[in-house]
């Protein structure tokens, strides 16, 4: 009986989860077809600004002045304009890496969620 009580919670659980996810991606991709700035919370592999090869937690930014690349306690760093967003599927449930190359040859990788990937992508095309 408890194996069954906590296998309906875990459930209600992740559907809960699942669904404000949505919701979230579905307003951020409203705002980014409006032109507002819009924050995406992602992963990003970038080493020329992060140092590193992991990923690091930031938000990517998009709309109004361009797109930037915002991590606590640091300074915001412009993404440079590109002309490639390639998307594969992660190795998280759920999520996605976005790979965009700048036109002078930086890589930069994103992981993102599955809903946030056609807001995301659209948005660091229009840089």
């Known amino acids: 009986m408890d194996a ?3 296998a309906v919670l875990a459930l209600l659980s992740v559907t809960a ?5 949505r919701r979230r991606a579905s307003a951020r991709a409203g705002d980014v ?9 992602c992963r990003v592999s970038w080493r020329a600004v992060t ?3 992991s990923f690091v937690y930031g938000k990517i930014s998009t709309g109004g002045s361009g797109s930037f690349f915002v991590r606590p306690f640091r300074s915001p760093v412009p993404v440079p304009e590109g002309s490639v967003v390639r998307t594969e599927k992660s190795w998280r449930a759920g999520m996605s890496v976005l790979t965009y190359r700048t036109a002078g040859g930086a890589e930069l990788r994103v992981m993102v969620s599955d809903a946030d990937v056609p807001a995301l992508s659209s948005g660091l095309n229009s840089v």
């Open 33 to 41: 077809s409006r032109g507002a700035k819009v924050g995406f919370p």
């Open 17 to 21: 989860v699942v669904a404000a996810t």
């Open 4 to 6: 069954l009580l906590v």
């Open 51 to 53: 140092g590193r090869r």
